[in-house]
């Protein structure tokens, strides 16, 4: 242990505790004698204590983790910064535990620009810098030491609002309508930046939308480019939207109906078409399966059919719609013939008559008919029956059975007397 003290040289812990201690010790014996002595001591040794205090907690100087940003205020109304301010660097001396929990959040940097006109100032930053606990904390340097800052004159336009879309909607979706609360957007700011401001749009992410949806997106002014213009203000900064997806793929149930061609047999009608199943499921494009109200089958020939039919028949499928599962259907077509009627005078066959006689007068028979139109149209020749039979007869007026008979499907109106005079004379 040193004996006496240079106050120009360093001295390390145990050797300012030794100092205070014998400073302490005089003290004492000089406080017997005098009072005002004693006092004058007590102050000296609270000097000596803060001393040795700050001896034992010895500082260390490194940078504060982090960057403070500059918070420029009071600018005046007029005018706007065209510029960024940089972020500083702090360098502290502090002591060892003040450093275990110190950040940039423990400092500010608020430049007051009050006073500065338009125009580019250097700007000492140092003085600016605010922080809290100055008794273990001491500034020791900022970097960068000094700031630009750019004054301009302040400007507003408006612009009318827009948006951007990003990303891809999913298979099956499309963008319908884009609807923002307000028309337009205004920019404020500096003339340099403003001027630069093409329009003012919001992002819209398409990875996100699975449906029409109701969202408050950000806005962002951007020069020609597509680059971001910041350091401008925009009002509002962010706006609702509604935003409509359409499906573009849709299924949808439509009717199947018959097609047919060409007409039925003489004498033949329709009477019914039957379908199963009688509609079908399709899809596709939206724009595509909303123009289609119904499917149709392939053409069923119906020329000359006189009978019902019952086939199985494919689907008419337009291009772009699928049909799921079986594009077939089964088609019953119900044909009836046409009913009339017909009134005719039929001659009398004449069996077993001998050749020396012959009827005074031809017989003959008038039948009103009903039944299908095609057979009517062919009664002289389907096989209607009407006939005497006359066998051994002669000379004279006789009375005989008339025998009568229609094929199936006719039916007589006006029924035949069921026996007829015949008058036979001699064959001359």
Same mark, same amino acid.
Not at 137 to 166: A, D, H, M
């Given at each position: 242990?040193?004996?006496?003290?240079?106050?120009?040289?360093?001295?390390?812990?145990?050797?300012?505790?030794?100092?205070?201690?014998?400073?302490?010790?005089?003290?004492?014996?000089?406080?017997?004698?005098?009072?005002?002595?004693?006092?004058?001591?007590?102050?000296?040794?609270?000097?000596?204590?803060?001393?040795?205090?700050?001896?034992?907690?010895?500082?260390?100087?490194?940078?504060?983790?982090?960057?403070?940003?500059?918070?420029? #205020?009071?600018?005046?109304?007029?005018?706007?910064?065209?510029?960024?301010?940089?972020?500083?660097?702090?360098?502290?001396?502090?002591?060892?535990?003040?450093?275990?929990?110190?950040?940039?959040?423990?400092?500010?940097?608020?430049?007051?620009?009050?006073?500065?006109?338009?125009? $580019?100032?250097?700007?000492?930053?140092?003085?600016?810098?605010?922080?809290?606990?100055?008794?273990?904390?001491?500034? #020791?340097?900022?970097?960068?030491?000094?700031?630009?800052?750019?004054?301009?004159?302040?400007?507003?336009?408006?612009?009318?609002? $827009?948006?951007?879309?990003?990303?891809?909607?999913?298979?099956?979706?499309?963008?319908?309508?884009?609807?923002?609360?307000?028309?337009?957007? %205004?920019?404020?700011?500096?003339?340099?930046?403003?001027?630069?401001?093409?329009?003012?749009?919001?992002?819209?992410?398409?990875?996100?939308?699975?449906?029409?949806?109701?969202?408050?997106?950000?806005?962002?002014?951007?020069?020609?480019?597509?680059?971001?213009?910041?350091?401008?203000?925009?009002?509002?900064?962010?706006?609702?939207?509604?935003?409509?997806?359409?499906?573009?793929?849709?299924?949808?149930?439509?009717?199947?109906?018959?097609?047919?061609?060409?007409?039925?047999?003489?004498?033949?009608?329709?009477?019914?078409?039957?379908?199963?199943?009688?509609? #079908?499921?399709?899809?596709?494009?939206?724009?595509?399966?909303?123009?289609?109200?119904?499917?149709? %089958?392939?053409?069923?020939?119906?020329?000359?059919?006189?009978?019902?039919?019952?086939?199985?028949?494919?689907?008419?499928? /337009?291009?772009?719609?699928?049909?799921?599962?079986?594009?077939?259907?089964?088609?019953?077509?119900?044909?009836?013939?046409?009913?009339?009627?017909?009134?005719?005078?039929?001659?009398?066959?004449?069996?077993?008559?001998?050749?020396?006689?012959?009827?005074?007068?031809?017989?003959?028979?008038?039948?009103?008919?009903?039944?299908?139109?095609?057979?009517?149209?062919?009664?002289?020749?389907?096989?209607?029956?009407?006939?005497?039979?006359?066998?051994?007869?002669?000379?004279?007026?006789?009375?005989?059975?008339?025998?009568?008979?229609?094929?199936?499907?006719?039916? #007589?109106? %006006?029924?035949?007397? /069921?026996?007829?005079?015949?008058?036979?004379?001699?064959?001359?």
């Amino acid at each position: 242990m040193r004996d006496r003290f240079d106050l120009d040289q360093e001295i390390n812990r145990d050797e300012a505790l030794e100092l205070a201690r014998r400073f302490w010790n005089r003290l004492y014996n000089a406080g017997k004698s005098s009072p005002s002595l004693l006092i004058i001591s007590i102050l000296l040794s609270l000097s000596l204590w803060v001393f040795v205090t700050d001896t034992e907690n010895a500082r260390e100087i490194d940078s504060v983790p982090g960057f403070v940003p500059v918070v420029p #205020v009071s600018i005046a109304s007029n005018l706007a910064i065209a510029n960024v301010p940089p972020t500083l660097k702090i360098f502290v001396a502090a002591t060892p535990d003040r450093w275990d929990t110190l950040t940039s959040a423990d400092f500010q940097a608020r430049v007051n620009l009050n006073d500065y006109p338009e125009g $580019e100032h250097l700007i000492d930053i140092a003085p600016h810098i605010e922080f809290a606990d100055k008794r273990s904390v001491r500034l #020791v340097e900022v970097t960068p030491s000094q700031i630009t800052i750019i004054l301009e004159p302040r400007i507003t336009k408006t612009f009318r609002t $827009e948006y951007q879309l990003y990303g891809s909607l999913a298979s099956g979706l499309q963008m319908g309508q884009v609807q923002f609360a307000q028309q337009d957007t %205004t920019v404020t700011g500096p003339k340099s930046l403003v001027g630069q401001v093409d329009s003012v749009a919001m992002n819209l992410d398409l990875n996100d939308l699975a449906g029409t949806s109701k969202r408050t997106l950000a806005l962002h002014a951007y020069d020609t480019s597509g680059g971001e213009i910041g350091g401008v203000r925009l009002n509002p900064s962010s706006m609702d939207v509604d935003i409509e997806v359409l499906e573009t793929q849709i299924v949808k149930r439509v009717p199947i109906v018959i097609s047919t061609s060409g007409n039925p047999a003489p004498g033949f009608s329709i009477t019914g078409l039957q379908i199963f199943p009688d509609s #079908v499921e399709i899809s596709g494009e939206r724009v595509v399966i909303e123009g289609i109200e119904s499917i149709y %089958t392939n053409d069923i020939q119906l020329d000359s059919i006189s009978q019902n039919i019952s086939r199985k028949i494919g689907l008419r499928v /337009p291009t772009a719609v699928e049909v799921p599962g079986n594009q077939f259907a089964d088609v019953e077509i119900s044909v009836v013939s046409i009913q009339g009627q017909v009134e005719i005078t039929l001659p009398i066959s004449i069996e077993g008559l001998a050749p020396e006689f012959r009827p005074k007068e031809t017989p003959v028979l008038t039948v009103k008919f009903s039944g299908p139109v095609n057979l009517l149209k062919e009664i002289w020749t389907i096989g209607v029956i009407a006939k005497i039979e006359l066998t051994d007869l002669g000379v004279g007026v006789h009375t005989v059975p008339l025998f009568f008979d229609v094929p199936e499907g006719i039916k #007589v109106l %006006t029924e035949p007397p /069921p026996n007829l005079d015949v008058e036979l004379i001699a064959t001359e």
